[in-house]
């Protein structure tokens, strides 16, 4: 199975600032990564699919990028709204498997 | 809009069985695969089977290979998980959803229902 590692396990950070995740794979995956976000007592919600590509609807302070098999999502400009867990997943070979999750947390 | 409605989820002994059911609408269901995602109290987000739009391809994670059944009615509109041999583990909430493709092949889940919850205790 492919295993992948999201970096780090928690952040604090204020409204306004520049957040990055990182979500490494444990071996290629090309750019089979997505990036969800889910908010206390609700489900996941698509953001960046495809590594890069932002889904429908989703504010454009999100973005996604790729090198190798490190992957970054980046909020740029942190809004209260934005405040959640944040799930890495692939979508290369199955089972599909999650990263452990990123909490962002307000400073 | 796109509305996923999962039922069936209750309190189980383990050992025992449960059926999972997910009404569909707001899309063409049979142009799409579905899929099931569970995540326990307090953890993160674990996928355990998925189902293609004509059930040509299903898959299931290991933790359930074995055990659980995906199925689907694409004339009701509706997807199954088939739950047997239920253990302490399985206890989670169960989201269904929907991929973006049809054929169940590199998943990306765009819209996911509120979840149904799954206790298996004795």
């Known amino acids: 199975d492919i295993q992948m590692t999201q970096s780090p396990s928690s952040l604090s950070a204020s409204i306004g600032d520049r957040v990055s995740i990182t979500c490494r794979a444990s071996q290629s995956i090309s750019s089979y990564l997505n990036w969800y976000q889910q908010k206390p007592g609700n489900a996941p919600k698509l953001l960046i699919y495809a590594a890069s590509s932002l889904q429908s609807g989703v504010p454009s302070r999100f973005s996604g990028s790729e090198s190798g098999t490190e992957f970054t999502l980046t909020i740029s400009g942190l809004r209260p709204e934005d405040f959640a867990v944040y799930y890495c997943?692939?979508?290369?070979?199955?089972?599909?498997?999650f990263g452990q999750g990123t909490k962002v947390e307000i400073k | 809009e796109v509305q996923l409605v999962e039922s069936g989820g209750g309190l189980v002994q383990p050992g025992r069985s449960l059926r999972l059911s997910c009404a569909a609408s707001g899309f063409t269901f049979d142009d799409y695969a579905m899929h099931w995602v569970r995540q326990a109290p307090g953890k993160g987000l674990e996928w355990v089977s998925g189902i293609s739009w004509n059930r040509d391809n299903i898959d299931y994670a290991d933790s359930v290979k074995g055990r659980f059944t995906i199925s689907r009615d694409n004339a009701k509109n509706s997807l199954y998980l088939e739950m047997s041999s239920l253990r302490v583990e399985d206890t989670a909430l169960y989201y269904c959803?929907?991929?973006?493709?049809?054929?169940?092949?590199?998943?990306?889940?765009?819209?996911w229902g509120q979840g149904t919850r799954v206790t298996v205790s004795s």
């Open positions: 959803a929907k991929d973006m493709g049809g054929g169940g092949i590199a998943p990306s889940l765009d819209h």
């Open positions: 997943q692939q979508s290369y070979s199955t089972p599909w498997t």
